[in-house]
């Protein structure tokens, strides 16, 4: 009854909606295709405010597809996502959802921070102006109180001295670290990381660990995927194995990490250990 049917009313069915949520954020029954080939089954996950999960899976198993439902960069063609009890592309009423004009649908995914494997900075813009870009632009502030509030997170992530850079003139993990920066000026509800060291060199690596490790730390709500298996398993609450689209296994680092109950599993950390 979740499938994607024509247009309703001016707005699109696409089924009932789930009972009440609890968590922050909830995928729940999610399935996704690319011309015919289901790239996400039935994917379900909760996670709970101030949670740091990891998701670890092989390459092309849908880890970014997933990230993708979670902030509506993508579409889904069976289930919902709600972050704090909303849908970011939809409105609900009675047991219908709606899309929601593209406006709505920016303004509601400022709830969900984003840092890529490849910082996607501005490259036009200093570090302090990639960092006031949104919430000036989004009037959630004015010029100099954007500014001031940049200044503080760049402190936070250790870039004080580079707010006039360009990114050109940053190392990775410096380019990295305004990325989560300007992820963090518009206060979102959760950040998302996809793959934030893979691009960096090695000795790069550890500084932008060390910011999410603080983020982590003051209750900052996480959704990471990452190779890094022992950051995971040093950050993370929860582990959630992604393999051709399913979720293979979800537990404590100490569970899927340690112990690993499917095949799948022990073959894909038996390569990346
Ligand atoms: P991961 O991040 O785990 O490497 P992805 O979510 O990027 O995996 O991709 C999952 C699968 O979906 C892969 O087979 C990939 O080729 C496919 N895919 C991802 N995005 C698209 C797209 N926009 N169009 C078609 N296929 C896609
Ligand atoms: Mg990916």
Redo the contacts with the bound molecule.
């Keep these: 009854s979740n499938t994607l049917t024509p247009s309703f009313d001016g707005g699109v069915f696409l089924g009932a909606a789930p009972a009440a949520t609890t968590g922050l954020v909830e995928v729940s029954g999610v399935s996704k295709s ?2 015919g080939i289901e ?1 996400l089954h039935n994917v379900t996950l909760t996670v709970q405010p101030g949670e740091v999960v990891a998701l670890l ?1 092989p ?7 997933l990230l993708r439902t979670i902030n509506h960069l993508e579409s889904v063609d069976r289930g919902t996502v709600t972050i704090d009890g909303t849908y970011i592309g939809y409105e609900r009423r009675g047991d219908r959802l709606y899309e929601l004009h593209e406006r709505e649908v920016l303004r509601r995914r400022t709830q969900i921070g984003m840092v890529f494997q490849n910082f996607n900075l501005f490259p036009h813009l200093t570090a302090i102006e990639n960092i006031i870009e949104a919430p000036v632009a989004l009037k959630r502030a004015t010029r100099a109180e954007a500014i001031e509030q940049a200044k503080t997170l760049l402190s936070r992530v250790g870039l004080a001295d580079k707010a006039g850079h360009y990114p050109r003139q940053l190392s990775g993990g410096q380019q990295q670290r305004v990325a989560i920066a300007r992820a963090l000026a518009l206060k979102p509800k959760v950040l998302l990381f996809d793959e934030p060291t893979s691009a960096l060199d090695p000795e790069l690596v550890g500084e932008v660990l060390d910011v999410i490790r603080d983020l982590a730390r003051v209750g900052t709500t996480l959704i990471i995927v990452t190779h890094e298996i022992g950051f995971a398993r040093e950050v993370a609450n929860r582990v959630v194995f992604l393999d051709k689209g399913h979720v293979l296994e979800q537990g404590t680092p100490g569970q899927v990490l340690g112990t690993p109950s499917h095949p799948r599993t022990q073959e894909f950390l038996r390569k990346v250990l």
């Design positions: 690319y011309g790239v899976g390459s092309g198993s849908g880890k970014s597809t």
